[in-house]
């Protein structure tokens, strides 16, 4: 009864506060709080019905996408959107729906798209939903060879305020539908103007892609010839002959012109290098750093930062066309802001015939551009010093530690518009299936996020020094600057301990004592976590597991790595009950599969052993006090 009581009274609390803080006024209020102060605010308000519903939601999304629950998450999310009980619950699990056959690229999934859209925009009165509804259905409209009535569904947003404000998202959208490149570009450029930025054209005799035909219309910009303060602009390549030439004039065409653009060649073997040289001839501000070996992107970025002189620093990757006023824009905001450490630009993701690219995201083409992350180069060296020296994911590691540093607010997310169109291709870094950001952290990017975290919030100081002789924290080996094997090559390991090493039960301490047995033998150890489906999925793995990767006793393993092992240990068959997708691909001399528990579904459990790792395995008993018969009924799933 009282429990009741209570519920019914968080529920009207949060309609009155549904009520008193429209949408707008809501994402207003959020860009001026810290992610602390919006995180206490989630506890206090995630009592009621429908933040109960969005979590639920979060928490089937994040084991689907996250941790690659495919096939049951997308069951879960399919129940929770065929009940008829709860209308909101029903539209939150339509979006996901919808956002995952959409993120397919499939006429099939644009299809099934297009059947949920109705589902999220009756009744919807949020305009920030009704214009991404807008921009998913053009798309799927498009995907299907229906540009006209893709179109027609977007023109209503673009001659009144019907989604909201203007928004430079429905002028991609609406770019996207054109055939002609004439009016592509007549549509970017109204996104450009949004945000007072000046307009950009084609060269008419260039004889490359458009993406790489791109000029400058005019610049608006006073002349900012006197007194500027030195950017270092710094620039990590490899490889580059075909882009290189695109990204080095887009930045030596900035409307701020007090520059030093220090390129970093990461031992390219084609023309890069010479294509380099040949600009630095003519542009004294151009200096080429050539590296000893290939590191990656972050190693290259740090062997400029050593000669960088600039008061500021900013990135510009090596494939990526920059808006002569990019520059201009972080500077000044950094200038008038003097607390603020460093600042972000925003970015859309384009293909070389300037068709933009959501990356997972819901009706949404632009967002904040990390590699565009501009900072105060004297207070960060001093206090942080130098990115991570890994080869992929260290701008978010980098921006975390400057916030732990000198707080939340340090950093700022500027609202700018697309100052950069960043490249997309299928050779691209933020392209590849297994270590590549798609919208959301999976594989070597969430181990490393946690593991990156957890030493934030237990090192007592923050700063990394390059060359980096000690790793601060232990990381996955594909982001190794100096690679344990070729490509394709598999690593090889004595043992190979599968489980689910996020628990803080008695399956943490058999996992910590059998990692300890092996490493007694002087055993290379690796680590496979498979997670439990059941188990909260955000949590994390546990720390003692942490402190033995640390102490480099063992090495996690992750999706996208070839490993071959004497002996795979799986020591918790719950992970084994569902099907996951980022699971290393592990050949074994003998499997070995421990009876912890009585799944649900023993027979499932092993179907999976044999699909994971291609043998069915040799079953053994927990301990040995476990009978014959207690593990014959366990094995029958009874």
């Known amino acids: 009864m009282l429990k009741a009581l209570a519920q019914q009274g968080t529920n009207l609390l949060e309609s009155l506060i549904n009520r008193l803080f429209p949408p707008e006024r809501k994402r207003n209020i959020s860009e001026k709080l810290t992610d602390k102060q919006k995180d206490t605010i989630k506890k206090l308000l995630f009592l009621g019905k429908y933040q109960t519903q969005e979590r639920e ?77 807008a921009i998913m259905t053009a798309e799927c409209l498009n995907r299907l060879g229906k540009a006209a009535e893709a179109k027609h569904v977007l023109s209503p947003f673009l001659a009144s305020t019907k989604g909201g404000d203007p928004h430079p998202d429905l002028y991609l959208a609406t770019a996207n539908l054109e055939s002609s490149i004439t009016a592509k570009m007549e549509w970017i450029n109204q996104s450009l103007k949004l945000n007072g930025m000046s307009m950009i054209k084609l060269d008419p005799s260039a004889s490359s ?12 910009s006073e002349d900012l010839t006197n007194n500027q303060p030195l950017v270092t602009v710094i620039m990590p390549v490899y490889n580059a002959e075909d882009v290189i030439r695109t990204s080095l004039t887009s930045v030596l065409e900035q409307t701020w012109t007090n520059l030093e653009v220090l390129v970093t060649d990461d031992c390219s073997n084609d023309a890069t290098a010479e294509i380099v040289e040949a600009y630095a001839a003519d542009d004294s501000r151009i200096q080429l750093i050539k590296a000893e070996s290939n590191g990656g992107a972050y190693v290259a970025r740090n062997l400029a930062l050593k000669e960088a002189t600039g008061d500021f620093i900013t990135v510009n990757d090596a494939d990526d066309w920059s808006h002569a006023e990019k520059i201009e824009t972080q500077v000044k905001h950094l200038l008038k802001n003097k607390a603020v450490i460093g600042n972000t630009s925003e970015q859309a993701r384009a293909t070389n015939h300037l068709t933009f690219y959501r990356r997972g995201k819901p009706g949404t083409y632009i967002f904040s551009n990390m590699s565009s992350f501009m900072f105060r180069r004297k207070p960060v060296m001093e206090t942080i010093g130098f990115w991570d020296s890994v080869r992929f994911a260290a701008d978010s590691e980098f921006i975390r530690r400057i916030k732990k540093v000198f707080g939340e607010k340090s950093i700022v997310y500027l609202t700018t518009g697309p100052l950069s169109f960043q490249r997309q291709s299928d050779t691209s870094l933020t392209g590849n299936e297994a270590f590549g950001y798609h919208g959301f952290k999976m594989g070597a990017r969430k181990e490393y996020e946690e593991a990156h975290d957890y030493f934030h919030q237990t090192a007592k100081r923050l700063d990394y020094s390059f060359p980096l002789k000690t790793r601060p924290f232990a990381v996955p080996e594909p982001m190794w600057p100096k690679r344990e094997i070729n490509k394709g090559e598999r690593r090889h390991f004595d043992v190979v301990i599968a489980s689910d090493f996020r628990l803080d039960d008695p399956t943490t301490v058999g996992n910590t004592e059998e990692i300890l047995f092996h490493k007694q033998k002087d055993a290379r150890i690796g680590l496979l976590q498979l997670s439990e489906y059941n188990v909260n999925p955000d949590r994390t793995i546990h720390a003692n597991v942490r402190e033995i990767l640390n102490r480099d006793h063992a090495k996690m393993l992750v999706y996208g790595e070839k490993i071959s092992c004497d002996t795979l240990i799986i020591r918790h068959l719950p992970s084994l009950q569902e099907w996951q997708r980022y699971v290393p691909d592990v050949k074994a001399g003998q499997v070995r599969v421990v009876i912890n528990h009585s799944p649900q579904n023993m027979q499932q459990c092993q179907k999976h052993v044999k699909e994971f790792f291609g043998d069915s395995g040799v079953w053994h008993p927990y301990n040995a006090s476990m009978s014959k018969e207690e593990t014959d009924t366990a094995l029958k799933g009874g």
Request: proline share 3%; with cysteine.
């Open 209 to 220: 892609s458009p993406y790489d035909s791109i000029v400058m219309d005019r610049s608006h």
């Open 57 to 133: 939601v979060r928490r089937v999304k994040h084991l689907l996408y996250n941790l690659g629950f495919r096939k049951r998450g997308l069951e879960e999310l399919e129940k929770l959107y065929r009940q008829n009980k709860d209308q909101y619950l029903k539209k939150l699990a339509a979006w996901e729906l919808l956002l995952w056959h959409a993120n397919q690229y499939t006429e099939e999934g644009a299809r099934k798209c297009l059947e949920l859209l109705p589902e999220v925009v009756q009744e919807e009165k949020d305009p920030v939903h009704i214009r991404k509804a």
